[in-house]
Nanobody, 125 residues
C-alpha cells in the first residue's frame, strides 16, 4: 500500500516556473515507477511524465518535453515535477501516481495502482 500526497500547486503567470512534490508513504518507494498526470476541466486524465525506479529512466509527453523535468529522491520517498515556461494550456489538476508493474513507458492511467488527491495548477495569460 502506498499513499501519495502532492503539494506545490498554485496560480502563476505564463512563462513562470513551478515545482510540484509528491511525498509517498511506505518503505518500498523505490519499487514503484512514478508518474505525473493532469486533468483539465471537461477533459480526460492526461499522461505528463514518468520515471523509473532508480530515476535514470524518464519519459515525457510531447506537450511538455523540454519544459518539464521529473525527478525522484528515493531517500526522501519523494518525486518532483519541475515545470518551466508554463502556458495557460498547462492549467489542470496534477496527480501523482505509482505503478508496481513493469510496463515502460506506462502512459495509461489504468497502469497505475495508487493516486494522490491532486494539486491545482493555474496558469494565467
Amino acid at each position: 500500500q502506498v499513499q501519495l500526497v502532492e503539494s506545490g500547486g498554485g496560480l502563476v503567470q505564463a512563462g513562470d516556473s513551478l515545482r510540484l512534490s509528491c511525498a509517498a508513504s511506505g518503505r518500498t518507494f523505490n519499487n514503484y515507477v512514478m508518474a505525473w498526470f493532469r486533468q483539465a476541466p471537461g477533459k480526460e486524465r492526461e499522461f505528463v511524465t514518468t520515471i523509473g525506479w532508480s530515476g535514470s529512466l524518464t519519459w515525457y509527453a510531447d506537450s511538455v518535453k523540454g519544459r518539464f523535468t521529473i525527478s525522484r529522491d528515493n531517500a526522501k520517498n519523494t518525486v518532483y515535477l519541475q515545470m518551466n515556461s508554463l502556458k495557460p494550456a498547462d492549467t489542470a489538476v496534477y496527480y501523482c501516481a505509482a505503478m508496481s508493474g513493469r510496463t515502460w513507458p506506462a502512459q495509461s492511467p489504468r497502469d497505475y495502482n495508487y493516486w494522490g488527491q491532486g494539486t491545482q495548477v493555474t496558469v494565467s495569460s
